[in-house]
């Protein structure tokens, strides 16, 4: 079967760091993409992992380990506006729809 | 970046009723467009993958009957909610990546549909 494994809610405090995991079992794989949803909107794209290793764009960064079928997003110095929801999301293959796991609810307080 | 357009972003209707929701790519042209339902506090569901002048690949569970996709032309999509239901209220969400950019999908601002 298909699916992806995050945390359901993480909650952390200006300034910190978090990492949120994510674990995949799938039939086809053509890389791990990280999306962020604030209430009401639209996910927007924040990174996309094709290979194994560390892609790095401004406070975040995101991680994968084909082997481990396993990946994080790492968000640094945390601000309020980083309170969302976080997806991973998946490929079958090049072109295809992307599968969301269920999504990290992120809370940052002051 | 690429921008893909909603319309509309709320719409409430009568049960019974049918819905058009369009989903325009603005400065590319997609030849596959993909429908999404959310409920709220949950995850991006795919309902249908929309092909430029073929027959939508519905998902399993999602009656093709009840949730016509067209894909008329290269940068229009459009999902009609026949009959609806107030169990069809949800959140739909369209998407599409750009040409040469399959890594990234972008999303069209999403449409809250309330069926009273």
């Known amino acids: 079967g298909q699916s992806l494994e995050q945390p359901s809610e993480v909650t952390a405090v200006e300034g910190a760091i978090v990492q949120i995991n994510c674990t995949y079992q799938t039939s086809g794989f053509y890389g791990l993409s990280w999306y962020q949803q604030h209430d009401g909107g639209a996910p927007t794209f924040l990174s996309y992992n094709g290979l194994d290793g560390l892609e790095e764009t401004g406070r975040f960064s995101s991680f994968l380990s084909r082997s481990d079928s396993y990946g994080y997003l790492l968000l640094q110095e945390l601000q309020m506006k980083d309170s969302a929801s976080y997806f991973c999301a998946y490929h079958n293959q090049a072109g295809t729809a992307l599968i969301f796991g269920k999504g990290t609810t992120l809370s940052v307080s002051s | 970046g690429a921008v893909v357009s909603q319309h509309p972003s709320r719409v409430i209707c009568k049960s019974g009723t049918s819905v058009k929701i369009e989903c325009r790519s603005l400065?590319?042209?997609?030849?596959?467009m993909f429908w999404y339902r959310q409920f709220p506090k949950q995850s991006l569901m795919l309902m249908a993958t929309?092909?430029?002048?073929?027959?939508?690949?519905?998902e399993q569970g999602v009656e093709k009957d009840k949730f016509l996709i067209n894909h008329a032309s290269l940068t229009l999509s459009t999902l009609t909610v026949t009959s609806a239901h107030p169990e069809d209220s949800s959140f739909y969400i369209c998407?599409?990546?750009?040409?040469?950019?399959?890594?990234?999908?972008?999303f069209g601002q999403g449409t809250r549909l309330t069926v009273v």
């Open positions: 998407s599409a990546t750009a040409p040469r950019k399959n890594t990234e999908a972008f």
């Open positions: 929309s092909n430029e002048g073929s027959k939508a690949t519905y």
């Open positions: 400065d590319f042209q997609a030849t596959t």
